[in-house]
């Protein structure tokens, strides 16, 4: 079997097989430059050519990059080559001898953090509608980009206070709202400027759409709300504020994991308690802020008591 050609079977094993669209996409994208990469060695390459330093040899083309991008390569070459063998179209896989790079820790991993007062200061900057509902969506209920791209009014009861969302892998699940986000809906309703009809976009488009499509791109969330952190000075992602949601629920809900879990849409419980991980990392480090120096190093912090005549004087 030619190379390219099992790559497009092996795409259709995982459609099947109900993987993301989004997922399949990136594997494909790989795996074509891949293809492509065998192929200027040898033409036409049959998927029984390929030896384990063609596998190495692609790799090496994306040292330095994110170890999330690493990951994914490795995993779309040893997914195919696995499905082949067990296709009976190779004798053995050639990324077997290929260690799999190591993911760093997510306590480890460089992350955009946006504090409590940043939100209050994105609201205090919104100007239409548009970025209302699009901060207010994630903020309030910490759902996943493409979530909130996708949700329409038909999916929001305002009678029961619940989202109908529409979750990674396919997944849909029922939501409670909380109060202030319940009358931010409401208010949008009320109002003459968006429309709120059953197939409209609880998120509305930030210019008129030219094209009709069936499904937008979630790239409208990530425009508003990077323009609304730009416009206070502040690196803001959607996942940001999925993170201060988290963070923000666990603060005003100690112990609450699985309630979080479920609003977090996690499978895994080990998934949620990284917030809680981060957040009682952060907490600990406070106790640094009652360190002092006052008796040793002459400075005085308690400005505005009276002078008895034997403090020390600060150098100059």
Same mark, same amino acid.
């Given at each position: 079997?030619?190379?390219?050609?099992?790559?497009? @079977?092996?795409? *259709?094993?995982?459609?099947?097989? &109900?993987?993301?669209?989004?997922?399949?996409?990136?594997?494909?994208?790989? #795996?074509?430059?891949?293809?492509?990469?065998?192929?200027?060695?040898?033409?036409?390459?049959?998927?029984?050519?390929?030896?384990?330093?063609?596998?190495?040899?692609?790799?090496?083309?994306?040292?330095?990059?994110?170890?999330? /991008?690493?990951?994914?390569?490795?995993?779309?070459?040893?997914?195919?080559?696995?499905?082949?063998?067990?296709?009976?179209?190779? %004798?053995?896989?050639?990324?077997?001898?290929?260690?799999? !790079?190591?993911?760093? $820790?997510?306590?480890?991993?460089?992350?955009?953090?946006?504090?409590? @007062?940043?939100?209050?200061?994105?609201?205090?900057?919104?100007?239409? +509608?548009?970025?209302?509902?699009?901060?207010?969506? #994630?903020?309030?209920? *910490?759902?996943?980009?493409?979530?909130?791209?996708?949700?329409? +009014?038909?999916?929001?009861?305002?009678?029961?206070?619940?989202?109908?969302? $529409?979750?990674?892998?396919?997944?849909?699940?029922?939501?409670? =709202?909380?109060?202030?986000?319940?009358?931010?809906?409401?208010?949008?309703?009320?109002?003459?400027?968006? &429309?709120?009809?059953?197939?409209?976009? =609880?998120?509305?488009?930030?210019?008129?759409?030219?094209?009709?499509?069936?499904?937008?791109? %979630?790239?409208?969330? +990530?425009?508003?709300?990077?323009? #609304? *952190?730009?416009?206070?000075?502040?690196?803001?992602?959607?996942?940001?504020?999925?993170?201060?949601?988290?963070?923000?629920?666990?603060?005003?809900?100690?112990?609450?994991?699985?309630?979080?879990?479920?609003?977090?849409?996690?499978?895994?419980?080990?998934? /949620?308690?990284?917030?809680?991980?981060?957040?009682?990392?952060?907490?600990?480090?406070?106790?640094?802020?009652?360190?002092?120096?006052?008796?040793?190093? &002459?400075?005085?912090?308690? $400005? &505005?008591?009276?002078?008895?005549?034997?403090?020390?004087?600060? !150098? !100059?």
């Amino acid at each position: 079997m030619r190379l390219s050609r099992s790559v497009d @079977l092996w795409m *259709g094993e995982l459609a099947r097989a &109900g993987r993301t669209e989004s997922s399949r996409r990136s594997y494909e994208r790989y #795996l074509h430059k891949f293809v492509a990469q065998v192929e200027r060695r040898t033409a036409d390459a049959a998927a029984r050519d390929v030896t384990t330093n063609d596998c190495r040899a692609f790799l090496d083309n994306w040292i330095g990059k994110s170890p999330s /991008t690493v990951a994914t390569i490795h995993s779309a070459l040893n997914g195919l080559f696995s499905w082949l063998y067990l296709e009976s179209e190779i %004798d053995a896989n050639p990324m077997t001898r290929v260690a799999r !790079p190591r993911r760093p $820790r997510p306590g480890d991993v460089e992350v955009v953090i946006v504090t409590p @007062l940043d939100v209050e200061r994105m609201f205090a900057a919104v100007e239409t +509608w548009q970025e209302l509902l699009c901060l207010s969506v #994630l903020a309030y209920t *910490g759902i996943r980009r493409a979530s909130a791209a996708g949700l329409r +009014w038909r999916e929001v009861d305002l009678a029961s206070g619940t989202i109908r969302v $529409r979750e990674k892998g396919g997944k849909v699940s029922t939501k409670p =709202v909380s109060n202030e986000l319940l009358e931010i809906l409401r208010a949008a309703v009320e109002s003459d400027e968006v &429309g709120c009809r059953g197939d409209d976009y =609880v998120i509305p488009n930030r210019r008129a759409a030219t094209v009709r499509r069936k499904e937008r791109s %979630d790239k409208v969330i +990530w425009e508003t709300i990077v323009d #609304l *952190g730009e416009r206070i000075g502040v690196r803001v992602t959607v996942h940001a504020l999925r993170r201060a949601f988290a963070v923000s629920f666990l603060t005003s809900h100690p112990g609450a994991l699985e309630s979080l879990q479920a609003l977090m849409s996690h499978s895994r419980i080990d998934t /949620t308690e990284v917030y809680l991980r981060a957040l009682n990392r952060d907490l600990a480090m406070e106790a640094v802020r009652d360190l002092s120096w006052n008796r040793t190093s &002459g400075f005085q912090s308690d $400005r &505005g008591k009276a002078h008895t005549g034997f403090e020390p004087v600060p !150098p !100059p």
